[in-house]
């Protein structure tokens, strides 16, 4: 009940494509779902967090899609750019739960 | 300037050794944790602090230690015990453990030679 399924593992994209990062969760008790950006050896960073109460939310290129019945969250980067090329984890947490990780997806986008 | 520091970016250990990650924020947070990232494997949480001298084993917690003696600072400890500790790891805070937002430092890199 604890796990985060994150899809694909590594994603190429053209410049000026759509990315589209998907994933998947089973413990109901989470409220919040957070995307980390992470650059080769750096620190993952937050870059965009939405809760069940909102079917979408947007922060620039940036776009999360949530769907509360099939357990499932996307992220969607608009126009991408290559320097969004980067690993992204989707996460979860609520209900007294730790922040779970998805395993991750190497983006690269491709001029 | 806020954040996480961590300190060495490399560590390169002898097998049989142990070695210690430092980890010190000025964030004022309460809770800090250790993570784990292998590649394809996302990042596995080894321990984590609620507040001073106090901390908890977490998913991956064999062969490692820690100590919380100030606020600012969470050391972790990779001891002999550990069985394959080539890894990046990375120190994380947040405003406690309810807190949603996680800040991470930007990682050591430790590899076992």
């Known amino acids: 009940q604890q796990q985060v399924k994150q899809s694909p593992q590594s994603l190429i994209v053209q410049k000026g494509g759509i990315s589209i990062i998907n994933c998947a969760y089973e413990?109901?008790?989470?409220?919040?779902f957070p995307w980390y950006q992470q650059f080769p050896g750096k620190g993952p960073a937050l870059l965009i967090a939405?809760?069940?109460?909102?079917s979408e939310k947007k922060e620039g290129r940036f776009t999360i899609s949530f769907n509360k019945s099939a357990k499932q969250f996307s992220l969607h980067i608009m126009d991408s750019q290559p320097g969004d090329s980067a690993t992204y984890f989707c996460?979860?947490?609520?209900?007294?739960?730790?922040?779970?990780f998805g395993t991750g997806t190497q983006l690269k986008v491709e001029l | 300037d806020g954040g996480i520091t961590q300190s060495p970016k490399y560590l390169f250990r002898k097998e049989g050794q142990n070695v210690t990650l430092s980890c010190e924020q000025n964030?004022?947070?309460?809770?800090m944790y250790w993570y784990r990232q292998d590649p394809g494997q996302g990042l596995r949480l080894i321990y984590y602090?609620?507040?001073?001298?106090?901390?908890q084993k977490g998913d991956i917690a064999e062969g490692y230690s820690v100590s919380r003696e100030k606020k600012e600072s969470f050391p972790l400890t990779v001891t002999s015990a550990q069985k394959n500790p080539t890894a990046f790891y990375l120190c994380?805070?947040?405003?406690?453990?309810?807190?949603?937002?996680?800040?991470f430092g930007p990682g050591t890199r430790l590899t076992v030679l």
């Open positions: 964030l004022n947070h309460d809770a």
């Open positions: 939405i809760r069940p109460d909102v």
């Open positions: 413990n109901t008790a989470f409220d919040y």
């Open positions: 602090s609620q507040i001073v001298n106090d901390f």
């Open positions: 994380a805070s947040s405003l406690g453990l309810a807190s949603n937002e996680q800040f």
């Open positions: 996460a979860a947490t609520g209900g007294g739960n730790k922040l779970t």
